[in-house]
């Protein structure tokens, strides 16, 4: 009986081996306490349990994790950075957990060299991975240390090489070799590169997009067991030393492993982060350290890289394993657009803007995969690089018979009526067929113009370039009319045309605009579908409201009509006794309007204390962070027990009281900015100008804005923290522009003399012919006029300009 339950047992546990996903993670080192809640995972059972036989793989220096994840050789690998370069782009990998808060990695260096800059002409051993993308390497390169100037060796994991002369430096980890060297009483140096700004985490873990994707729930099994051993293994060091002595032989000494496992538990910080969280901001900072080192292209997006936020996204649509694989092996969407198209879509200054633009951003966000639009001149340019299959999509266009052989195309998600433009002596039409034998333009290559040319196959019209070539030649007489759809010719009137073109005919004919995509790959047209049935309406209409205005066209004679009925509408009410019903409503419109004035004031108050918290908050995060890497380094050197140098300590704390000052400037301007204060008095419009921008700083420094002052300063006179509000009102509305659509190289130019103050920025401009709202711009024009200036707003052939008249010609002749 006995046998048979043992015989059970075995049986049980075979079957349950059998049932185990098979996995590996590629260690970046070797085995050692560093990777202590690995081996706890797997030999306490954690792995099993969650139904993974995982399979730990020391390093050697034939290994490239970053190759062996993508390609996945491995399923996840360890890493001492959390960010992988491939080629200067970031790799297609996912970050799913950081285990060391703060990297141990240092060089240790003979006597002599006491900084980075020591170290040309010497030798330097570290990993392929170390000199490419870890915070040492980030070092050599701030130092121009290359190999050029100085040696560098592939690591031989023997901290002898060192000891013997074979190199001058070394990259060791304070909580393995420096052990060994204070044990033989080697003298050496460290060089931290924390100390030069070059702050990074370790033992990163990191899957493929392949595999994160396709299988997320193994992915999160595996994070949790091995969150799982990481805190039994700080739980039970002993346990854990005694397994890497005797099965994974680390070479290393019982009092070398419990040193490495208390400096292992200070830099994993459990007293700050959950084990096995991500440092998002530590992982920002270091992409655009590596982007500024030139070792990431400085085109490059960081994009999702967390797990659960790749996850999240993922999950807002909801593609298909078979689609989610094909946008990972696609890596971007290629995208054809029409050059001078604006409200829809344009090209300016090598930017893709218009709505057709906002859409298909939003769209990248919730895909995970960049959409790149194709510089070209002309929409002709576009259908043709569309039928050589270089283009992938088309962001805005209309299905026809033609397109159909070599595009598909979605449902709809702009649909608007076609419209003639012609000159102002030009009669309102009702039906296009009469206008006879006239010329009418239409541009080349637009399903409008072969809508134009099936419906109405007598009309004399005239294929053009562009929409503008299309207006100008109707504007000089050489054509009657030109067709488009309602908004774009409206906008284009507007602002080019103004006076000399309006709307004189309405087709009963409707333009639907869809989102094209190549038809040799049918699955694009699938994955598009869904993101335009699943745009929000409101967000569209935000994007409409962004760019255009409504313009109604009316028949003159329906204009005569209306007129009428007024008049006798107007005769009637005053039979009725109309000015007394009106003198009434006017008294109880005051009072109503006196009422709304005061919750306004109250509203607006409120709003301010709200925004006074919300902008010191977001002031003071980047120095408070500050102040705390400061702060934790100090504690970290004590707890390891490290000298700390005279030298060091001054430098850091004249780091901290230089982030105190900044921290004591800023809230000295946030007060004068939001007390109470209706004194009037003169100042400086630079003065003025210079607090405001200090008060939105950290959102300027953020979003890399480049703020250019110049001219000649000049006084003005008025309450202060008034003309500070206009200041920060056009600085906002920039910065908000900027964030949102996401402007390559945003600059703002402000310029001062005695006359006018100028605001000008590279947002890519806005519709003029939208009422603003809230206490925005109507404000700012409410302020300066009671002060006996005006504000003006205009577009340039880049973005807006705001213009803050001072003094009027006639003031100036006076």
């Known amino acids: 009986m006995r046998f048979i339950f043992v015989l059970l047992i075995l049986v049980s546990s075979g079957w349950s081996q059998k049932n185990l996903e098979k996995v590996s993670i590629q260690l970046d080192w070797k085995f050692q306490y560093e990777f202590a809640g690995f081996v706890a995972a797997k030999e306490k059972g954690f792995y099993r349990d969650a139904g993974l036989d995982v399979d730990l793989r020391e390093y050697h220096n034939s290994v490239d994790t970053a190759s062996d994840i993508i390609n996945r050789k491995a399923t996840y690998g360890s890493y001492n950075s959390s960010i992988i370069i491939s080629g200067g782009k970031p790799a297609p990998v996912v970050l799913l957990g950081t285990y060391l808060q703060r990297s141990p990695l240092v060089f240790a260096v003979r006597k002599g060299i006491n900084n980075p800059a020591d170290l040309v002409g010497k030798k330097i051993m570290a990993t392929k991975d170390e000199f490419r993308s870890s915070s040492l390497g980030l070092m050599l390169n701030h130092f121009e240390i290359t190999p050029a100037n100085a040696t560098f060796l592939l690591h031989s994991f023997d901290i002898h090489d060192f000891i013997n002369g074979k190199c001058d430096a ?11 060297l204070d044990r033989l009483n080697i003298p050496y140096t460290v060089i931290d590169p924390a100390d030069y700004g070059f702050v990074m985490s370790a033992v990163n873990v990191f899957t493929s997009r392949n595999e994160a994707l396709e299988n997320p729930e193994r992915t999160q099994k595996f994070i949790e067991a091995t969150n799982r051993g990481w805190q039994y293994a700080l739980d039970h060091p002993d346990e854990i030393i005694n397994l890497l002595l005797k099965k994974y032989k680390t070479g290393k000494s019982r009092d070398a492993l419990v ?4 400096v292992t538990k200070k830099l994993m910080m459990t007293d700050f982060y959950p084990i096995g969280q991500a440092n998002e901001e530590l992982t920002v900072r270091a992409y655009k350290q590596l982007v500024q080192s030139g070792r990431l292209l400085g085109d490059q997006k960081l ?3 967390m797990f659960q936020e790749i996850i999240a996204s ?5 593609m298909t394993t078979v689609q989610k694989h094909y946008l990972l092996n696609k890596k971007k969407i290629v995208m054809c657009v029409d050059p001078e198209w604006y409200p829809f879509e344009a090209i300016r200054e090598g930017r893709h803007i218009g709505i057709a633009a906002d859409v298909m951003r939003e769209f990248e966000k919730r895909l995970g995969v960049p959409i790149e639009f194709h510089p070209v001149e002309s929409w002709e340019e576009s259908i043709t690089l569309a039928k050589k299959r270089e283009c992938d999509i088309f962001s805005l266009a209309s299905s026809t018979p033609e397109r159909l052989h070599y595009m598909d195309f979605t449902s709809p998600y702009v649909t608007l009526p076609i419209v003639m433009a012609t000159k102002m002596d030009k009669p309102f039409t009702e039906d296009i067929t ?10 080349k290559g637009y399903a409008i113009t072969e809508q134009l040319k099936t419906h109405y196959p007598d009309l004399n019209l005239v294929e053009v370039a562009s929409i503008t070539d299309g207006l100008n030649r109707v504007e000089s007489g050489e054509l009657y009319g030109y067709i488009d759809n309602l908004m774009v010719v409206s ?8 006076g000399m073109l309006k709307v004189s005919l309405r087709l009963k004919e409707k333009v639907e605009l869809s989102v094209g995509t190549r038809n040799d790959e049918p699955i694009l047209k699938d994955i598009f579908e869904k993101l335009v049935l699943g745009i929000d309406p409101i967000l569209m209409q935000r994007f409409y409201n962004r760019y255009t205005t409504v313009i109604r066209e009316q028949n003159p004679y329906g204009i005569i009509a209306l007129s009428v009925l007024a008049l006798v509408a107007m005769i009637s009410a005053l039979m009725i006794g109309w000015n007394y019903l009106l003198r009434k409503k006017v008294r109880l419109e005051v009072a109503k309007n006196l009422r709304i004035k005061d919750q306004l004031y109250q509203k607006a108050k409120q709003a301010e204390i709200g925004n006074l918290i919300a902008n010191i908050s977001h002031q003071w995060r980047e120095p408070l962070s500050k102040l705390s890497s400061l702060n934790l380094l100090t504690i970290a050197k004590i707890r390891m027990g490290q000298p700390i140098e005279n030298e060091w300590l001054l430098e850091q704390s004249q780091k901290i009281e230089n982030t105190i000052d900044f921290m004591s400037h800023t809230m000295q301007n946030f007060l004068e900015f939001y007390k109470q204060n209706s004194v009037k008095s003169d100042f400086s419009a630079y003065d003025s100008i210079e607090s405001s921008i200090s008060i939105i700083e950290t959102k ?7 703020v250019v002052i110049e001219g000649e300063d000049s006084v003005l006179n008025g309450v202060k923290n008034e003309w500070m509000q206009v200041w920060l009102n056009l600085l906002n509305n920039a910065v908000q522009v900027f964030s949102e659509r996401k402007i390559e190289n945003p600059t703002i130019r402000i310029e001062l003399n005695p006359n006018r103050i100028m605001f000008c920025d590279n947002g890519g401009g806005m519709d003029l012919g939208i009422s603003s709202s809230g206490l925005g711009l109507p404000m700012c024009k409410e302020i300066v006029a009671k002060y006996g200036a005006r504000l003006e707003l205009n577009n340039t052939d880049v973005g807006l300009c705001a213009t803050v008249v001072l003094r009027s010609v006639c003031d100036m002749k006076r």
């Open 434 to 443: 009469s206008l006879g034998n006239v010329k009418l333009g239409s541009v």
């Open 314 to 318: 993922n999950n807002d649509v909801q």
């Open 491 to 498: 906008s284009y009137i507007q602002k080019e045309h103004t």
């Open 303 to 305: 994009g999702k890289f």
């Open 259 to 262: 040193y490495e496992y208390k």
């Open 700 to 706: 300027i420094l953020d979003l890399g804005i480049h």
């Open 170 to 180: 070394i990259t060791v980890f304070r909580s393995n070799q420096l052990y060994e």
